[in-house]
């Protein structure tokens, strides 16, 4: 009886320890821009073994904002992006029962000015970082994945370059061709702060993860089949099919970049990472680039997982 007792208490202990030292995620998304960004927090708040202690908005800021009527569904005249990233951040976490995790406010521009600089952007999403990344004990790091621009976190590097050590960052972001070895900036997120990107970029000693938009290009979802799997009585997946409906109806297949980025990292079994140096105008060191992605088994897990109750 005594052995069972020791047994059991070392099982309990295990069980305790092993929720403890759940892995902690901060997910800043841009969820106001397209439909992509709702199908990967919908997936990442109900992945089992993680600790997601963060939801916070991301801006997307951009040049036709300006000079266009309508952004996607939106009208430009009165769109406020972050705004509307952190609506939707809510909406969904609600739909979920999720409100729990914070969802904090982030940037509503790019750090810096137009032309460069590295002024930071303060917000309480970079403010939370912050506070998250020092609570990191020894070895821990806080893992920051990023889904737009980089604005929030490079903020939190920038006000705090004491977090440095406790950050390991995954980013959505940038074209790259590993045949060539040729880094392209010119791409959505980038543009969007291109100053946060080349900040990191630069910024010696960060543990750095790049999905790039070249690699997620192969994770595409079908409209009508995507329509037909989700069942609109689920407020969460009603979310979902809405967002494809208002937002792209035209569209028969949709790249989902965001989701191939957060499912790489769940799932690294199913993606390459390699090695790579960082652009030439850039300092030179060595970043982890996701090379390669298995995006049917994404896709199969995906859809697994959100009909999980």
Same mark, same amino acid.
């Given at each position: 009886?005594?052995?069972?007792?020791?047994l059991?208490?070392?099982?309990?202990?295990?069980?305790?320890q092993?929720?403890?030292?759940?892995?902690?995620?901060w997910l800043?998304? &841009?969820?106001?821009?397209?439909?992509?960004?709702?199908?990967?927090?919908?997936?990442?708040?109900?992945v089992? $073994?993680?600790?997601?202690?963060?939801?916070? #908005?991301?801006?997307f800021?951009?040049?036709?904002?300006?000079?266009?009527e309508?952004?996607?569904?939106?009208?430009?005249?009165?769109?406020?992006?972050v705004?509307?990233?952190?609506?939707?951040?809510? %909406?969904?976490?609600?739909?979920? $029962? /999720?409100?729990d995790?914070?969802?904090?406010? $982030?940037? &509503?521009?790019?750090?810096?000015r137009?032309?460069?600089?590295?002024?930071?952007? &303060?917000?309480?999403?970079?403010?939370?970082?912050?506070?998250e990344?020092?609570?990191m004990? $020894?070895?821990?790091?806080?893992?920051?994945?990023?889904?737009?621009?980089?604005?929030?976190v490079?903020?939190?590097?920038?006000?705090?370059?004491?977090?440095?050590d406790?950050?390991?960052?995954? #980013?959505?972001?940038?074209?790259?061709?590993?045949?060539? /070895?040729?880094?392209n900036?010119? %791409?959505f997120?980038?543009?969007?702060?291109?100053?946060?990107?080349d900040?990191?970029?630069?910024?010696?000693?960060?543990?750095?993860?790049?999905?790039?938009?070249t690699?997620?290009?192969a994770?595409?979802?079908d409209?009508?089949?995507?329509y037909?799997?989700?069942?609109?009585?689920?407020?969460?997946?009603?979310?979902?099919?809405?967002?494809?409906r208002?937002?792209?109806?035209?569209?028969?297949?949709?790249?989902?970049?965001?989701?191939?980025?957060?499912m790489?990292?769940?799932h690294p079994?199913?993606?390459?990472?390699?090695p790579v140096m960082?652009?030439?105008?850039?300092?030179?060191?060595?970043v982890?680039?996701?090379?390669?992605?298995?995006a &049917?088994?994404?896709?199969? %897990?995906?859809w697994?997982?959100?009909?999980?109750?």
């Amino acid at each position: 009886m005594k052995t069972n007792l020791s047994l059991l208490i070392v099982c309990l202990f295990l069980i305790l320890q092993s929720g403890f030292s759940q892995q902690k995620v901060w997910l800043d998304s &841009d969820t106001g821009n397209e439909m992509d960004d709702l199908y990967a927090i919908a997936y990442l708040v109900k992945v089992p $073994g993680i600790d997601l202690i963060g939801l916070s #908005s991301a801006h997307f800021n951009n040049a036709d904002l300006n000079v266009f009527e309508k952004w996607n569904a939106y009208e430009t005249a009165t769109l406020k992006p972050v705004e509307e990233s952190q609506r939707l951040n809510e %909406e969904i976490l609600a739909a979920m $029962g /999720r409100m729990d995790i914070p969802h904090p406010l $982030g940037a &509503d521009r790019q750090i810096g000015r137009a032309w460069g600089q590295q002024d930071p952007r &303060d917000s309480p999403a970079a403010q939370a970082i912050i506070a998250e990344a020092r609570k990191m004990k $020894g070895e821990e790091k806080l893992h920051v994945l990023t889904l737009g621009a980089m604005t929030n976190v490079a903020t939190a590097l920038i006000l705090a370059p004491d977090i440095k050590d406790k950050i390991r960052l995954f #980013s959505l972001g940038s074209w790259y061709t590993p045949e060539s /070895r040729a880094w392209n900036k010119s %791409e959505f997120n980038i543009r969007c702060d291109l100053n946060a990107f080349d900040y990191l970029l630069n910024l010696e000693g960060l543990d750095f993860t790049i999905m790039t938009t070249t690699t997620s290009f192969a994770l595409k979802f079908d409209r009508d089949e995507t329509y037909a799997r989700l069942d609109e009585n689920v407020a969460i997946e009603k979310i979902l099919a809405d967002r494809w409906r208002v937002h792209n109806p035209q569209d028969k297949t949709r790249v989902m970049w965001d989701l191939a980025l957060v499912m790489a990292y769940i799932h690294p079994e199913w993606a390459t990472v390699s090695p790579v140096m960082t652009p030439p105008e850039n300092t030179p060191r060595v970043v982890q680039v996701y090379t390669e992605i298995d995006a &049917d088994k994404m896709r199969e %897990e995906f859809w697994r997982l959100l009909k999980t109750p």
